[in-house]
């Protein structure tokens, strides 16, 4: 089982990004898994036909100790099995807390055994990296880490932020950051401020995505890019960063 963290700023188009990633390898015959790590719960939408799917931690308040698997888990586009951890009232409570109890109640529940994924991503917001932001780095639930960015100044400097954290895990032997996503907003020299950047963080862009308006209209649908423009030039972006993302967890 690969377990890869998808982190970046609120939105950068990470969700997006995760989302298509998942339809793509899912496509191509994988078991998929995608959890949603974000207290407005909305990253895994777009495998769902535009709906979102109850949380874990809604469902934990609901249901108590009556909880079953099928409550929190729901298979999407191509099979892809879609949880939400949620987060709590706002205002109220540590979202990175929920995304604590919702992963602890995966395990109780032997989500991983049931559904057998064979790649799991874990969809980050990744503007604050505390305890519960960083569960899926420390935890010894991710293995690999990416961060999807833009070359604007606050996704770089979240970016760099992340990027730090990962490395402060990484000296204790947990997850491995792996590269770079660039989504694009075609800002002026955007590809030379990310790879300057990338350098700083050592690492590489894994894979530039341009911006489409594809992406727009597959989600007015409720759908992936994937799913919704399957043979669409933006589609084989995204096929190509799933076959660069495995080629880099199973070859590193």
Known sequence: MIKVAIYGKGGIGKSTTTANLSASLAAKGYNVMQIGCDPKADSTKNLMDGHRIPTVLDQIKE??????LEDIAFRGFASTVCVESGGPTPGIG????????????????N???????????????????CGGFA????????????IVTSGEMMSLYAAANISHAIQNFGNRGYARFSGIILNSRNIDNELELVQRAAREMNTDIVK??????????????GKTVIEAFPECSMAR???????????????V
């Open 111 to 129: 989500a991983y055994e049931v559904f057998k994924p064979d790649i799991v991503f874990y969809d980050v917001l990744g503007d604050v990296v």
């Open 135 to 146: 569960m899926p780095i420390r935890g010894g639930y991710a293995d690999y880490v990416f």
């Open 63 to 68: 249901k108590g100790d009556r909880l079953k």
């Open 94 to 109: 540590c979202a990175g807390r929920g995304i604590i109890t919702a992963f602890n109640k995966l395990e109780q529940l």
């Open 237 to 251: 972006e995204y096929d190509e960063l799933a076959d660069r993302v495995m080629g880099v967890c199973c070859h």
């Open 208 to 221: 530039v995505l341009p911006r489409s308006h594809y992406v727009q209209s597959a989600e007015n649908e």
